[in-house]
């Protein structure tokens, strides 16, 4: 499967912005979908993920963050609010089998979409 992320841009520091991430083909219910980011210098840290069973984000997105997705769109979104300078990063998306940990480098990414957070 390929991953397309779109969606991200400059935002003032507590603003909002949504991210897409466009699968080239129906996600079955043995995928989960996520969303990562990396700074450089820093690994790709996990933020959110999605699948049959529900949601789950890490703690540092919790409450500002809403992963969800359209699948008769094949497109999985990130709804981001009260973002901060330190939200400034590159955005991946991910597909990857259920029951793999999320901390793994693991499965299909897409090519990243840039958000900065600056006044």
């Known amino acids: 499967v390929q991953l397309q992320a779109s969606g991200g841009g400059l935002v003032q520091p507590g603003g909002s912005l949504r991210l897409s991430c466009a699968a080239s083909?129906?996600?079955?219910?043995?995928?989960?979908m996520a969303w990562y980011r990396q700074v450089p210098g820093k690994q790709r840290e996990f933020l959110a993920g999605?699948?049959?069973?529900?949601?789950v984000y890490t703690d540092s997105v919790k409450g500002r963050f809403t992963i969800f997705e359209d699948n008769a769109e094949n497109t999985m979104y990130l709804q981001m609010y009260s973002l901060s300078p330190e939200d400034t990063a590159v955005y991946y998306c991910?597909?990857?089998?259920?029951?793999?940990?999320?901390?793994?480098?693991?499965?299909?990414w897409g090519q990243g979409t840039q958000v900065t957070v600056s006044s």
């Open positions: 999605i699948g049959s069973r529900g949601t």
């Open positions: 991910n597909v990857r089998p259920v029951g793999v940990g999320w901390t793994r480098d693991f499965g299909s």
């Open positions: 083909q129906t996600i079955d219910s043995q995928y989960v």
